[in-house]
């Protein structure tokens, strides 16, 4: 059985995932640079002193996003002040199967208006432009946030504790996936392979290209996980779509398929 002592570990181990995951992709980018080239979405290259930044600024909002998941989630809970339960049979496998798909669809919407948000000119200014200074990320920009930023997006997952029932396994694998879905938007080549790309079947997710083009030009694509959002209030790239395309080679694909909805 899960034990608070298991989870404040695994919540300060919070540094090791960020490490972990940008390590390993920053390593298989490396082996595998030759079959990648292609796929590297600008001719710009990160300078050491880009890598320093990222890295540093990371390592803090790791501190940062450990120390208050540890006060905001156990510590409250604690007092019995939030909803975490600690035995997964009181609500069953399948409502902590939905609660994750939940927490997972919750914070890409939180994350897409705190992110509008961090763009008015102000907090932009005062916070935002740091994660911005990155105009060719790199996996290891993926928690590169001015404490303020960082402070913002930690407090999600406090808040949806205080809304649902979240037993924290559930806060441990939306966490992972949150840090392996931000190292990949920021890693700089496109992943995704052709035949997901081809079959439009996976649209609604964002890519490495969706995020890089937001570092490109500063505004655009403000959402996480999924693209709904973006489409939903128009604040979509207008290349988006043919840029990801080129990204793995579909531009020929990409020409066919205009000319056949302009026919149509
Ligand atoms: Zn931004
Ligand atoms: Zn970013």
Redo the contacts with the bound molecule.
């Keep these: 059985m899960l034990t608070l002592a298991h989870l404040q570990n695994s919540m300060l181990h919070d540094v090791i995932k960020y490490l972990l995951s940008a390590g390993a992709l920053a390593l298989l980018l490396w082996l595998l640079r030759e079959r990648l080239q292609g796929r590297r979405l600008q001719a710009r290259r990160p300078t050491p002193a880009n890598y320093r930044r990222e890295i540093g600024w990371s390592l803090l909002t790791a501190c940062l996003f450990a120390g208050a998941s540890l006060v905001g989630i156990f510590w409250v809970a604690r007092q019995g002040w939030s909803q975490l339960y600690w035995n997964l049979d009181e609500y069953g496998l399948t409502y902590a199967g939905y609660s994750l798909l939940l927490m997972i669809v919750a914070h890409d919407a939180y994350f897409y208006w705190t992110?509008r948000l961090?763009?008015q000119p102000r907090l932009m200014r005062w916070a935002?432009r740091l994660?911005?200074l990155s105009r060719t990320p790199t996996p290891w920009a993926a928690y590169a946030f001015h404490p303020g930023e960082a402070l913002l997006h930690t407090a999600f997952p406090i808040l949806f504790a205080f809304v649902l029932p979240v037993h924290p396994l559930v806060q441990l694998l939306w966490s992972i996936h949150m840090i392996v879905r931000n190292v990949i938007g920021h890693c700089g080549h496109e992943l995704m392979p052709r035949w997901m790309i081809r079959s439009g079947w996976f649209d609604w997710l964002t890519t490495t290209t969706h995020h890089d083009l937001?570092h490109q030009y500063?505004r655009h694509n403000?959402g996480l996980y999924f693209t709904w959002w973006d489409r939903w209030l128009g604040t979509e790239h207008p290349e988006y779509r043919a840029r990801l395309a080129s990204a793995v080679g579909l531009t020929g694909w990409v020409a066919a398929h205009r000319a056949e909805a302009q026919r149509g």
């Design positions: 992110h961090l763009h935002h994660h911005h937001h500063g403000y």
